[in-house]
């Protein structure tokens, strides 16, 4: 990859990463906090061919919830305003039909505790991610979604700021410490 500027890196294949680097950052952040939850990370393959590797992944792993961390189309000059988000705007949290609103609302409501920018992206159908494959395993698990905006998705020069990693990461620790505070028979 190669840095563009202080915050902003560029490279191929950086879908995925991006997510997987938030989550590892989102550890990082938790490494010496006391959460009222297990937490267990999945990497899985073939998000792009059918998210075949994340429903048998999630299967024995059997969670009470699971959070989807991947990335989202970033603005550019010729991209849909309203299905592309700002670099540099935070994680963009996604609200639709297979995503729960409870855990969806939750996530908001942690971003706004913490001050951590966020964007709301609209998935009227399927989100595209691995999160339907989790969504219907086993007898289905609750899901929320958060992204990382990601310029030139699929190209050798996808382009992405380190704030939007951050910031996801922070996010996502945040929502497993308050997952852990949560009476979730209420």
Not at 69 to 91: L, N, Y
Not at 129 to 152: D, F, H, W
């Amino acid at each position: 990859f190669a840095e563009l500027g202080e915050d902003t890196l560029s490279g191929k294949s950086l879908d995925d990463r991006a997510g997987f680097v938030s989550i590892l950052y989102a550890l990082h952040l938790l490494r010496d906090r006391e959460i009222g939850c297990d937490i267990a990370v999945l990497g899985s393959v073939q998000e792009e061919t059918g998210a075949r590797g994340a429903g048998p992944g999630v299967f024995p792993i059997r969670p009470d919830a699971a959070v989807v961390i991947d990335v989202t189309h970033g603005k550019t000059t010729d991209g849909p305003a309203d299905k592309t988000f700002e670099c540099g705007g935070g994680p963009p949290i996604g609200m639709g039909p297979f995503l729960n609103r409870r855990l969806t609302g939750l996530m908001i409501e942690i971003a706004k505790k913490n001050d951590i920018k966020y964007q709301l992206e609209v998935m009227e159908e399927h989100t595209g991610t691995n999160n339907e494959s989790i969504n219907v395993s086993r007898q289905g698990i609750p899901t929320a979604m958060a992204s990382v905006p990601l310029k030139y998705m699929h190209t050798p020069f996808e382009t992405l700021r380190l704030e939007d990693i951050r910031m996801t990461g922070r996010l996502l620790a945040e929502f497993a410490a308050a997952y852990g505070e949560v009476d979730h028979n209420a």
